[in-house]
């Protein structure tokens, strides 16, 4: 069983930045693909970015050169760099880690097994 645990969500204006962290409960983090969901009230969850054992990093279209997605295997820790924030990044964003025993499609959250509770990104005009 792994936990995970989102932080360093709030509220900025736009162009702002937020820097998300995921702190995982696991003693084999560096084996988990992870990435980061977010899910605005009333649209369906929307993959943000993952990566892999390797650096290998994936990224959704509306994210990709403003979002920069690491990890740090020796904390245990995912992050979330976030610059150039605007009005349509607020959403609940969701941390997730798939273990290394399944097929891994990097953006797809039926990939994923595990979940983070979430932490809220609201980003003003």
């Known amino acids: 069983q792994v936990q995970l645990v989102e932080s360093g969500g709030g509220s900025v204006q736009s162009g702002g930045s937020l820097r998300l962290t995921c702190l995982a409960s696991t003693a084999t983090f560096g084996d988990l693909r992870l990435a980061w969901f977010r899910q605005a009230p009333g649209r369906e969850r929307e993959a943000v970015a993952s990566?892999?054992?390797?650096?290998?990093?994936n990224y959704g279209d509306s994210v990709r050169g403003r979002f920069t997605i690491s990890r740090d295997n020796a904390k245990n820790t995912l992050f979330l760099e976030m610059t150039s924030l605007k009005p349509e990044d607020t959403a609940m964003y969701y941390c997730?880690?798939?273990?290394?025993?399944?097929?891994?499609?990097?953006?797809?959250?039926?990939?994923?097994?595990?979940w983070g509770q979430g932490t809220q990104v609201t980003v003003s005009s």
């Open positions: 990566i892999g054992r390797s650096p290998i990093r």
């Open positions: 997730a880690a798939s273990p290394p025993d399944r097929p891994w499609f990097p953006l797809s959250p039926n990939t994923y097994t595990y």
